[in-house]
């Protein structure tokens, strides 16, 4: 078992900045891909970010590249995204995923890849 715990979460402005955090524990976490996913009300989850095991590739969703960064910190057992330039369409609940991977490149876009989930955190961007 995995256990992810989401935090980093709150209310911004549109324009601003937020890093979201994800600490896990249980089990090897550099075995491993992270991915980050949202959630908007009355919307289905929609992937964001993902990460391989490695740290080697990510693979963004179009309408966050340039503006989010996602990177790991093994020594940690943390992913963390960092957000910038947000706009009030970013708003949602944000959830942290993993999945063991054999490949240490390999990254996952789908949410039925993914084993394991945290239980969110809010990010409101305001006009």
């Known amino acids: 078992q995995v256990q992810l715990v989401e935090s980093g979460g709150g209310l911004v402005q549109a324009g601003g900045s937020l890093r979201l955090s994800c600490a896990a524990s249980?089990?090897?976490?550099?075995?491993?891909?992270m991915g980050w996913f949202r959630q908007a009300p009355g919307k289905e989850r929609e992937f964001v970010a993902t990460?391989?095991?490695?740290?080697?590739?990510?693979y963004y969703v179009d309408s966050v590249k340039d503006r989010f960064t996602i990177f790991r910190e093994n020594a940690k057992n943390t992913v963390r995204l960092q957000m910038n330039s947000l706009k009030p369409e970013d708003t949602a609940v944000y959830y942290c995923?993993?999945?063991?991977?054999?490949?240490?490149?390999?990254?996952?876009?789908?949410?039925?890849?993914?084993?394991?989930w945290g239980q969110g955190t809010q990010v409101t961007v305001s006009s």
């Open positions: 995923a993993a999945r063991s991977s054999v490949y240490s490149a390999s990254v996952y876009s789908s949410t039925w890849e993914y084993n394991y």
């Open positions: 249980g089990r090897t976490f550099s075995n491993y891909a």
């Open positions: 990460i391989s095991r490695s740290g080697s590739s990510t």
